[in-house]
Each structure stands twice: as C-alpha cells, then as structure tokens.
C-alpha cells in the first residue's frame, strides 16, 4: 500500500477497499464497502459485502487522543 493523506479520501478508501480484499489472505470479490461515523466524524464501522451478503464488519475504537486503539472483526 502506497502512502496518502487521509484528506485524499478517494486514495484512502481504495487503500482500505484493496486490503480488505486480501485481510486474511483469502480473496473475497468484495463489491461493496459500507462506512459509519461516530458523533466526532471519526470511521466507527466499516462493512464489506459480496453483492448482498455480508461478509464481515470491521468496529474501530479510538483513543481520547483521536489515535486508533484497536480493530475488531466480527
């Protein structure tokens, strides 16, 4: 994965969107990406979808500094 800056949105979620294609090193043909902001604007969940069926969802929790404290998968 290349470097970007998160306000270059578009390279941010094709960054995201091309390594949850491989997360787990198993190729899922994801069509779609799904995102959810808390109250702050700050990425709270994000869905991957192959066509309609849900595949996985990943829940971010944040530090009170703004820094990312862990990624869940469920």
């Known amino acids: 994965m290349s470097d970007f800056s998160w306000s270059d949105y578009g390279r941010a979620y094709k960054a995201i969107f091309d390594?949850?294609?491989?997360?787990?090193?198993?190729?899922?043909?994801?069509?779609?990406?799904?995102?959810?902001?808390?109250a702050n604007?700050?990425?709270?969940?994000?869905?991957?979808?192959?066509?309609?069926?849900?595949i996985y969802t990943l829940t971010f929790d944040w530090n009170p500094d703004g820094t990312l404290r862990s990624i869940s998968r469920t």
């Open 19 to 38: 390594a949850a294609q491989t997360i787990g090193s198993v190729v899922t043909d994801l069509t779609k990406l799904e995102f959810t902001w808390n």
């Open 41 to 54: 604007g700050i990425l709270q969940t994000l869905k991957a979808y192959k066509g309609e069926t849900l």
